[in-house]
Antibody, heavy 121, light 110 residues
Framework: EVQLVQSGGGLVQPGQSLRLSCAAS????????MSWFRQAPGKGLEWVGF??????????EYAASVKGRFTISRDDSKSVAYLQMSSLKTEDTAMYYC????????????WGQGTLVTVSS | QSVLTQPPSVSAAPGQKVTISCSES????????VSWYQHLPGTAPKLLIY???KRPSGIPDRFSGSKSGTSATLGITGLQTGDEADYYC???????????FGGGTKLTVL
């Protein structure tokens, strides 16, 4: 059974950093891209970014709103994807989701349970 | 402002059919695959349609996707109260190297 279990959310102050984790099981992690999405309170879904699988270079792409502040990485040996968030802003407050992606960042077929990130002073 | 335009809301009675449109002013939607997600508040989004019209395993054939010209459409037949949710269209934008979302459509099953 495919499972994605997220961890690492919480309350942080503006300007601080936080790292989210997405632990995968039930599939060959290294064969898939991994994506991150978020939903701010009262807003629609928003794409955060994704990381390609190693055979496609293992590179990442980011939404303009987070580029330069967020970094997506992966550890295929541990079957974990990470979202490192720095210089957090109040507008980054959202529920964050990771997803296994079967295409170029837009096709998440299995999702994590979500983790809440609150940025507030 | 979303790149992809969806109606804010649609509604229909149980058992009826509804369609949700996703349009773009330029031809980009016609040149890229579109996916559709269902999102119930407090739960993880669910992939309903990918590559314009393909259903992942486990998605009933009540859900269908199509694309023509500068718009894509999600169709849902045999509406159930459990279908009440927000629906989003999504596509990859190669020129931006980014994923673009529609603003979402709230489906109400009356």
């Amino acid at each position: 059974e495919v499972q994605l279990v997220q961890s690492g959310g919480g309350l942080v102050q503006p300007g601080q950093s936080l790292r989210l984790s997405c632990a995968a099981s039930g599939f060959s992690f290294g064969d898939y891209a991994m994506s991150w999405f978020r939903q701010a309170p009262g807003k629609g879904l928003e794409w955060v970014g994704f990381i390609r699988r190693k055979t496609y270079g293992g590179t990442a792409e980011y939404a303009a709103s987070v580029k330069g502040r967020f970094t997506i990485s992966r550890d295929d040996s541990k079957s974990v994807a990470y979202l490192q968030m720095s210089s957090l802003k109040t507008e980054d407050t959202a529920m964050y989701y990771c997803a296994r992606d079967i295409a170029a960042g837009s096709t998440g077929d299995y999702w994590g349970q979500g983790t809440l990130v609150t940025v507030s002073s | 402002q979303s790149v992809l335009t969806q109606p804010p809301s649609v509604s229909a009675a149980p058992g009826q059919k509804v369609t949700i449109s996703c349009s773009e002013s330029n031809s980009n939607i016609g040149n890229n695959y579109v996916s559709w997600y269902q999102h119930l508040p407090g739960t993880a989004p669910k992939l309903l349609i990918y590559d314009n019209n393909k259903r992942p395993s486990g998605i009933p054939d009540r859900f269908s996707g199509s694309k023509s010209g500068t718009s894509a459409t999600l169709g849902i037949t045999g509406l159930q109260t459990g279908d009440e949710a927000d629906y989003y269209c999504v596509r990859w934008d190669g020129s931006l190297s980014a994923v673009v979302f529609g603003g979402g459509t709230k489906l109400t099953v009356l």
